[in-house]
């Protein structure tokens, strides 16, 4: 059993800063893939950032140059570091472990920029 437990959201002005966290129950993180996913209300929810399980990284077009995915598997953690923030970027953030048996997500964060 896996538990991920994100935080760091909030509310932010435009062309402000959020570091998000992750933090998972295991050392999970430093060879797997895992990613950072957001969720608008009334949309689905879409990949914002993600390690493969070969260490690289992909970003969404919308967050590329702003958004900085790293991990510390030391301490077991990921994080999303959003510069830049945009009103189109208030969404419910969730870390996502895909392992082969299980999917696993954490229970989302709040991050509400406004304009």
């Known amino acids: 059993q896996v538990r991920l437990v994100e935080s760091g959201g909030g509310l932010v002005q435009a062309g402000g800063s959020l570091r998000l966290s992750c933090a998972a129950s295991?050392?999970?993180?430093?060879?797997?893939?895992m990613g950072w996913y957001r969720q608008a209300p009334g949309k689905q929810r879409e990949l914002v950032a993600r390690?493969?399980?070969?260490?690289?990284?992909n970003y969404a077009d919308s967050v590329k140059g702003r958004f900085t995915i790293s991990r510390d598997n030391a301490k077991n953690t990921a994080y999303l570091q959003m510069n830049n923030l945009k009103p189109e970027d208030t969404a419910v953030y969730y870390c996502?472990?895909?392992?082969?048996?299980?999917?696993?997500w954490g229970q989302g964060t709040q991050v509400t920029v406004s304009s």
């Open positions: 996502r472990l895909p392992l082969t048996y299980y999917d696993y």
């Open positions: 295991g050392s999970v993180f430093s060879t797997n893939a």
């Open positions: 390690f493969t399980s070969g260490g690289t990284t």
